[in-house]
């Protein structure tokens, strides 16, 4: 077999002929109810009547509107169907399941989710919450056994520091003007190429973000839905690199 990586499903990729590309969601909108709101009358009926507790749910506004009126950043959190859509697009990409993809998710609350290889994730919202709740409460899932994801407490410039990427690529509608297929090319460029989509619904980055970035694109003049911008920087990266499909 030599340099080559075999792949199930998939011809063998020569190992060294295809950069491996990290893609970090960041900020995204994904936590627990916060313990601002867990004494709000809203808030305990809900968990009384489903006998759970305030770690048992993750914050969304689609539930959780108006107790989430007096928190902050409350634009920008409560969204954890972004984290579900992108992960989904992302790890059912053939650069994903051909080994080429790592990704992560970074958290408005600093947490970082690392997803391992060939991991399938539940398409159906309410086991993907069960699988996050879990993961927050055991920082790992499976518990025992070969790891599928794990969590860490790290902020993005820490995560960057520890991956050591040769580039630090963000998207933003609020970036240097530029497309899909140019800044794909970028990346494919790179040694190490790191992206960062942000995985909130409103707004630029966050200053600790930003600074963490070395380029920023913005590739339409419109604001994509991240899950979007997800699956076509990654079908413009794998063409760029002329992955084999
Ligand atoms: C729902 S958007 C957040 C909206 C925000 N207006 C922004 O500055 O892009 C989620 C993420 O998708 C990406 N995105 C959305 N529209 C984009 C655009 N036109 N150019 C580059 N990235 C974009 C960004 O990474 C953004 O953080």
Known sequence: MGDEVKIKGFQNLRRGCYPMLT??????ALETLPPEIWRRRDISRQLAEKKLKPEDILLDRSYHHKAMLHLKDAERRGRPDIAHFSTLEATASPLYLKGLLKFYLHTYTNKVIELADNVRLPKTYARFEGLIIK???EKKVPETGTTLMQLT????SELITRLKPSKVIGLSKLGEKNNFRDVASLLSL???PLLVVGGFPKGPFSSQVREALDEVYSVCDM??????????ILY??????????
Do not use: D, Q
């Not at 407490?153 to 993005?156: I, T, V």
């Not at 604001?223 to 076509?232: F, G, P, T």
């Not at 413009?236 to 499909?245: A, F, K, N, Q």
């Open 223 to 232: 604001s994509l839905e991240a899950h979007v911008v997800v699956a076509r």
């Open 23 to 28: 893609l970090v969601m960041a900020e995204t």
């Open 236 to 245: 413009e990266y794998e063409r760029c690199i002329s992955l084999p499909c």
């Open 153 to 156: 407490e790290e902020n993005l």
């Open 135 to 137: 993961l927050f409460a």
């Open 190 to 192: 790179e040694e190490k």
